[in-house]
Nanobody
Framework: RVQLEEFGGGSAQAGSSLRLSCEAS????????MGWYRHAPPQEREGVAA???????FYADSVKGRFIISQDNAKNTLYLQMNSLKSEDTGMYYC???????????????????????????WGSGTLVNVSS
């Protein structure tokens, strides 16, 4: 029932920045873990960043120090600030949210793609990011 929609994708030059946003319909950020995933075939989908109800953030090693995940509860919006973009950051970025009883944010990253849909119950349709080099 939770609807997610991503915004902010597009083309960017290596070294530049992009800011992605995800708007949730009637989403309770206090009780749900939310995260960003990306998929660039033939590579498997990977978890990029996650934030839990306490505001704790988690990042994949590949983006740590460059990306920042944040949320604005008043606006019901999740963000992903992407800095120092690299060509390997290219891919389809998805916003996702865990449902009740979902896997805690602490454990959602570093999981194989087979586990993603079990970890996160709600998904957006994705926004494409193309980083040129």
């Amino acid at each position: 029932r939770v609807q997610l929609e991503e915004f902010g994708g597009g083309s960017a030059q290596a070294g530049s920045s992009l800011r992605l946003s995800c708007e949730a319909s009637e989403y309770t950020y206090d009780t749900y873990c939310m995260g960003w995933y990306r998929h660039a075939p033939p590579q498997e989908r990977e978890g990029v960043a996650a934030i839990d109800s306490g505001g704790n953030t988690f990042y994949a090693d590949s983006v740590k120090g460059r990306f920042i995940i944040s949320q604005d509860n008043a606006k019901n919006t999740l963000y992903l600030q992407m800095n120092s973009l690299k060509s390997e950051d290219t891919g389809m970025y998805y916003c996702a949210a865990a449902g009740d009883g979902g896997r805690p944010c602490l454990f959602v990253l570093g999981r194989t793609s087979d586990a993603h849909y079990r970890d996160m119950a709600y998904w957006g349709s994705g926004t494409l990011v193309n980083v040129s080099s």
